[in-house]
């Protein structure tokens, strides 16, 4: 264990995917019949798509088709883009459930389509047409069409049709269903018209995960992190510290006030490298998220760690040197 290493160059390895030309072509012409034939399509992106952004956004401007993002692709939009309709699944708004029943085609973008976002009846009139690098992603779904490859080789072209009534039908339904304007969603949403175009927010696990992505408005080149399904409650502020190395873009920490205790002592490595780092805290007075799901489906026993307590913030922070606010309606 107390062995000196050398310093060594590791070498780049590129994973390039090899198309052939004959599998393109066989893609390109199904994907197109597809969306000319449909009156009602859906494009969903995924965070495999993360790496392809501006390839993306020039074809997403080319279909004209209305697009949902996933929570790893919820940042590849601005949220005033015409064609964003937002996320959809368990925690969307309701929109993005009504529209996917909706849909008679549903082109599927890097996205392995978990269960937070689809159901055993997901989009029972659709088509589904799943693009992806990772094959066992692929084996995973039932589709019209399954297509491995990269995205930058699928070929998209400006379809025959008109979707703009499609589309329109869809933000009424975000009008007619929107989300509370009620704590913590009006905070959330406030939080996010003052912060920066190019500003790095990170948030954690929980219903601080769920309250950031539900009401978040992202601007055109901000970048929003999570540790998403892997959900590590504390993930936020040492992921937090992490990117502040990279970026001298303003970083906006979200997290609870459980999770924030998980990895408390970071908040003296931050102080002690002197990061300016934006920490909210949402204090919803214990687990929230462990309290809901043993409400929900345990027959009300959320005695389990979950009792209302109280975390003496301002203590904590005046403990390391932070500047302390308290925002409570």
């Known amino acids: 264990q107390r062995e000196e ?23 390109h012409r199904k994907i197109k019949n597809a969306i000319n034939k449909s009156r009602r399509p859906l494009l969903v992106l995924g965070a495999g798509a993360q790496q392809y952004r ?4 020039n074809f997403i401007y080319d279909l ?14 601005p949220h005033d883009h015409p064609l964003n309709c937002r996320d959809f699944g368990v925690t969307s708004q309701r929109a993005g459930p009504f529209a996917m029943q909706n849909a008679d085609l549903i082109i599927c973008l890097g996205t392995r389509l978990d269960t937070h976002e689809t159901t055993k009846d997901w989009a029972p009139n659709a088509k589904k047409i799943i693009i992806d690098i990772d094959k066992a992603e692929l084996d995973k779904h039932k589709a019209t069409h399954k297509f491995w490859t990269d995205i930058k080789h699928v070929p998209f072209e400006r379809p025959a049709n008109d979707y703009s009534t499609w589309l329109s039908n869809i933000q009424t339904l975000r009008k007619k269903y929107p989300l509370p304007k009620t704590m913590p969603y009006a905070f959330m949403n406030k939080l996010s018209q003052y912060a920066n175009e190019k500003d790095v927010i990170i948030t954690d696990a929980g219903q601080t995960l769920t309250w950031t992505m539900q009401s978040w408005k992202i601007k055109r080149h901000q970048r929003l992190f999570s540790a998403f399904n892997h959900s590590p409650m504390g993930y936020a502020l040492p992921a937090s510290f992490g990117a502040s ?6 970083i906006i920490c979200i997290t609870g006030d459980g999770g924030l205790q998980m990895n408390i002592q970071d908040l003296q490595t ?4 002197n990061k300016p780092i934006k920490i909210f805290v949402m204090d919803n007075g214990g687990y929230g998220m462990i309290k809901q799901t043993q409400s929900d489906w345990e027959e009300l026993r959320n005695d389990v760690a979950c009792d209302p307590y109280t975390i003496p913030l301002k203590n904590v922070a005046k403990a390391h040197g932070i500047p302390y606010y308290e925002i409570n309606n």
């Open 270 to 273: 931050i102080v002690g490298y």
């Open 5 to 27: 290493l050398e310093d060594v160059t590791l070498p780049v390895i590129e994973l390039e995917f090899k198309q052939d030309e004959k599998e393109s072509l066989k893609y």
């Open 245 to 250: 190395f990279t970026t001298e873009s303003n």
């Open 64 to 77: 004209g088709i209305p697009t949902f993002l996933t929570w790893g692709a919820i940042d590849m939009l």
């Open 54 to 57: 501006n390839q993306v956004e």
